[in-house]
T-cell receptor, first 110, second 113 residues
């Protein structure tokens, strides 16, 4: 079955440090990968998607099909980046449904 | 701009009672979804609807039912609530299926005692 794995439940870094939130997926075809973010007391929202290859709020993510990974990176973490981050996958047979990972809580300390 | 509106925001419910969580969107999106969010388990899809008049089962549909009488509304019903259904429920919509871009509501926190 298709699966999204986020190995870290909690990631704690200091402000200004680089951050990498890991995401691995299991799917043999060509998936579409996404990162969603949920800030405290806010709605879950789309952060970025791999097909757009964009940088949002300083975050980037590259799809590595060889390693089946889609890690989220930011060179210098900010306190306002503290949030819950979910990696998600959709594919042709999923009828458009997103499969979410279990999430990683990022805490950026001052 | 409302987007997705869920009600109630929070509810405490006795086991065995019937409960309907309401979800309304004003974006004229075709696809709508219900997820539950549990600590350590992330977001799991309960039911979905790709267009008005159609529904489908997600990963954890047991104990839940949905209807999609029109484009805007997608209520989720727990016919006889059980404590394991204590969770935060999120409704979401997307303009079309397969886009992966979902717009979420603020969530409904349900506690079943």
């Amino acid at each position: 079955a298709q699966r999204v794995t986020q190995p870290e439940k909690l990631l704690s870094v200091f402000k200004g440090a680089p951050v990498e939130l890991k995401c691995n997926y299991s799917y043999s075809g060509s998936p579409e990968l996404f990162w969603y973010v949920q800030y405290s007391r806010q709605r879950l929202q789309l952060l970025l998607r791999h097909i757009s290859r964009e940088s949002i709020k300083g975050f980037t993510a590259d799809l590595n099909k060889g390693e089946t990974s889609f890690h989220l990176k930011k060179p210098f973490a900010q306190e306002e980046d503290s949030a819950m981050y979910y990696c998600a996958l959709t594919y042709g047979g999923s009828q458009g449904n997103l499969i979410f990972g279990k999430g990683t809580k990022l805490s950026v300390k001052p | 701009i409302a987007g997705i509106t869920q009600a109630p925001t929070s509810q405490i419910l006795a086991a065995g009672r019937r409960m309907t969580l309401r979800c309304t969107q004003d974006m004229r999106h075709n696809a709508m979804y219900w997820y539950r969010q549990d600590l350590g388990l992330g977001l799991r899809l309960i039911h979905y609807s790709n267009t008005a008049g159609t529904t489908g089962k997600g990963e954890v549909p047991d104990g839940y039912s949905v209807s999609r009488a029109n484009t805007d509304d997608f209520p989720l019903t727990l016919a006889s609530a059980v404590p394991s259904q204590t969770s935060v429920y999120f409704c979401a919509s997307s303009a079309e299926q397969n886009t992966g871009e979902l717009f979420f509501g603020e969530g409904s926190r349900l506690t079943v005692l």
